[in-house]
Every structure is written in C-alpha cells, then in structure tokens.
C-alpha cells in the first residue's frame, strides 16, 4: 500500500464511506484511546465572551456594534447612512422585525435569487449568522434562514451581519461542536483580504470590502415590519 492509499483510506475511514471491508484496522480507536484523558486547555476565551468578540472582530479591520435587540434596525439604518449606501439586498429568512422603517435605502429581495449584476449593484448584503467565535473574531455563515447563498456575501462590497449575543462561543471546538458538518459552513474573519502583491495588504479582492457586524443584547426586537422590494 502506498502512502497515498493509506492517507485516502484513512480519510474514508473518518467520514464513514468506506466500501465495506476496507477499513484499516488501526483507524478504529480502541477502547483505551477513546478513554484516553482530555486535559488541554478547550477554550482560550474568559468570562467576558462577547466582548472579546467584539474586541477581536475590530482587530480585522471590521467594524462592530453592540446595540440592544429592540435598536438592531436604528443601527442598520446608521450603518447604512455611514456607509452611503442606496440599495441592501436582505437575505430570505431575515427577521422582518429587525429591519429599518423604509426610508432613503432601498430593502430588496434575494428570492427569487438576483442576478449576480443586479447583486453587484445593491452594494451591501444584510444578513444573519449561524454563530460567531469569540478567541478568533469569527462569524460562520451555515446558509440557514437569515443567511443567504454564498453569492449574497461574497458579491456586494458591503457585509452587514446581525448576530445575538447569546449565538457567541468561546473557542474554536465550541463552535465546532454547535456546527452541523453537512451543511455548506462559510468562516468569515474581517473583510476580504490579501497581502499576495508585494506583501501590502488590499481589501476587497475576494469577497466584501467592508464588513460591519452588529451584536445583538438582551430580548425584544423591534416593531417595524416593512415591504421588502425586489429589482
């Protein structure tokens, strides 16, 4: 057996789809490992998970927002008015009640999915989170209800991203264990960047130049339910 074969059978032997009988004999743990003592550091978080969330989010260049659930739609509306933005694209599911009154910035609609022209003109994205990682400043998109298809965050140049308090974990291994590993799982940390071009850093390469995230704190959302429009 090659090193090749060994590492695929390894690799098949994990995730479970081996065909029948080619399971290597040592990829199964025994009893004494799986008994084996877990005594490493799980998480590297303190008691105050959210802020350093918050804290770790802005490391990236990102900008985010600490806000009261029942104010989630005067801080989109602020951000929006910051950013000059005439046009965000809600992704389906989003809850109604946190959106903004209409007002200067128009709401459209992801359903039926737009077109990648019409996605580049909107200019921001607004949309929920799976979870969000406190030690790395990480959001993670699982595109559940709220989130949207890859294309909704990767096309405008703006992420607006709303996520609860309580939808933070500490670590690495708590998010993990909260994911669901057959769902298509998108890791955000900051806005799009690369240093490939002489080491000097640019923004907006690969996905949204800006990401703004709002954190949202204790109950209660707003009232206000507005008519999305679609292009």
Known sequence: MTAREEILGR???????????????????????SAAPRAYL?????????ELFAERVADYRAVVGRVAAADVPAAIASAAADLGLAAIVVAPGF????????GPVMLLADDPPLSVADLDRCGAALTTAALGI???????LDAGAGQGRRAL???????????RADQIEPDVPDALARLDPGRPLTFISGPSATSDIELQR???VHGPRTLHVIIAEGDGVGAVLPVVRQL
């Open 153 to 163: 965050t990767l096309v405008p140049d703006v992420h607006l991203c709303v996520l």
């Open 95 to 102: 809850p109604p009640s946190w959106l903004p009154a209409p």
């Open 134 to 140: 406190a030690v790395t400043g990480t959001i993670v």
């Open 42 to 50: 799980r998480s590297h978080a303190g008691p105050e998970v959210t």
């Open 202 to 204: 640019v923004e907006g």
């Open 11 to 33: 690799i098949r032997a994990a995730i479970g789809n081996e065909p029948p009988g080619v399971r290597p004999a040592d990829a199964v743990p025994t009893p004494a490992q």
